[in-house]
Each structure stands twice: as structure tokens, then as C-alpha cells.
T-cell receptor, first 111, second 116 residues
Framework: GQQLNQSPQSMFIQEGEDVSMNCTSS?????WLWYKQDPGEGPVLLIA?????ELTSNGRLTAQFGITRKDSFLNISASIPSDVGIYFC???????????FGKGTTLSVSS | EAGVTQFPSHSVIEKGQTVTLRCDPI?????LYWYRRVMGKEIKFLLH????????ESGMPNNRFLAERTGGTYSTLKVQPAELEDSGVYFC??????????????FGPGTRLTVT
């Protein structure tokens, strides 16, 4: 089945630094999504991307849908302690169908 | 508007026992999904309901897992008998009807299942 390779697996950064993480796939997706999971909570949608090449921002977060439709990245600028958590990429081929997730990037921010 | 809720939040059972997880989707959401994350691995799809019908159950691991959504409201996922490898966090997600554009999935807090 389809798989997503998400990297890095974990990151340890200082408050104020920028962060970048990405996902790649061997097959194409029509939708790329980025979720964040806080401890004890479920994943919360951060950004949804629907078109190849699309670049979308949500506050300090910016994500792009790769031109080949096989990859996506998420950038976080000027990180703050509350950015700590697990970030998941997810791909989907058709609206309403199952999401395919990456293994997650665990972000730690020290102040 | 209340979000997706799941019960229980944690469950610890012995191998061979039965456990039933419950999910209450956001009111009015026709689509309900079950996912599972085994520790350190990706979140994996289990199955998808549209109202009370199973739309896609291709992710169900084996016949020890039984999901129901009677009446098209809340859903239950029963594991019987539970095995050690069933341990993980079980997430439920819901989304509204599919017409007129993309509708993303909203996740519940998950049920952490530990089989000993």
C-alpha cells in the first residue's frame, strides 16, 4: 500500500528558531494535510493543501504541496514552547477516503 | 459545538479479554473513521462508515475486530479476544457529507488500549 516517509523523526530546537519537516511518497496524492498532536489529545488539522504547487500559511506555519504531488513540507517560523508536539503529514487521494499518515515528527523546543 | 468524543480514554485489559471502544462523532457528521497508532509507528486507517454503512473496512486487521454504527450516530469498536499486538491508541474521526468540496476529518482524543 501507499506509504509516507516523514522526516526528521525528531527535532530539538531553541525557542525562536525556524523548523522544517517534510514528507515524501512513492505515489501521488491529491490532498496533503498537516496535523499536530498534543499529549493526550487527538491530531488537530493545521493546514490542508489541495493543488500541486500550492503554498499556504497559517500564522507562523507554512506548508507547500509539491509540484510532483509526491511530497510536501511544513515550516514553522520563530518557534515557541507551545509548538512542542508531534507533527503528522497525511495524504489522501479522494475526498472522504482514508488518510495515509507519516510516522510523525516529534518537536521539542527549549526556552 | 462539541468535538469528537471517545470513551474510555484508557483501557488496560489482559490478553484474551474483550474491550469495546466508543466514539461519538460531531453531530451531523455522516462520515466516521477509526484509526490506530501503534507506539512509534504511523496512524493507520481501520475503517470508514457513511452513516450506518461500512464504506471501507480494508484496514481492519482481522476478524477479532468488529465495528458497528447502529442508527448512524455513535460507533463502537470491539476487540475480542484481545491480543498483545492490539495495544495502541485508537482514534476516531468524523467529517460532514462529501458534497460541494473537501471536508476534512476532525479527530477525537483517542483511547489508549494496553493489552497485558
Amino acid at each position: 500500500g501507499q506509504q509516507l516517509n516523514q522526516s526528521p523523526q525528531s527535532m530539538f530546537i531553541q525557542e525562536g528558531e525556524d523548523v522544517s519537516m517534510n514528507c515524501t511518497s512513492s505515489s501521488i496524492f491529491n490532498t496533503w494535510l498537516w496535523y499536530k498532536q498534543d499529549p493526550g489529545e487527538g491530531p488537530v488539522l493545521l493546514i490542508a493543501l489541495y493543488k500541486a504547487g500550492e503554498l499556504t500559511s497559517n500564522g507562523r506555519l507554512t506548508a507547500q504541496f509539491g509540484i510532483t504531488r509526491k511530497d510536501s513540507f511544513l515550516n514553522i517560523s520563530a518557534s515557541i514552547p507551545s509548538d512542542v508536539g508531534i507533527y503528522f503529514c497525511a495524504g489522501r487521494n479522494q475526498a472522504g477516503t482514508a488518510l495515509i499518515f507519516g510516522k510523525g515528527t516529534t518537536l521539542s523546543v527549549s526556552s | 459545538e462539541a468535538g469528537v468524543t471517545q470513551f474510555p480514554s484508557h483501557s488496560v485489559i489482559e490478553k484474551g479479554q474483550t474491550v469495546t471502544l466508543r466514539c461519538d462523532p460531531i453531530s451531523g457528521h455522516d462520515n466516521l473513521y477509526w484509526y490506530r497508532r501503534v507506539m512509534g509507528k504511523e496512524i493507520k486507517f481501520l475503517l470508514h462508515f457513511v452513516k450506518e454503512s461500512k464504506q471501507d473496512e480494508s484496514g481492519m486487521p482481522n476478524n477479532r475486530f468488529l465495528a458497528e454504527r447502529t442508527g448512524g450516530t455513535y460507533s463502537t469498536l470491539k476487540v475480542q479476544p484481545a491480543e498483545l499486538e492490539d495495544s495502541g491508541v485508537y482514534f476516531c474521526a468524523s467529517s460532514p457529507y462529501l458534497g460541494g468540496g473537501a471536508h476534512e476529518q476532525y479527530f477525537g482524543p483517542g483511547t489508549r488500549l494496553t493489552v497485558t
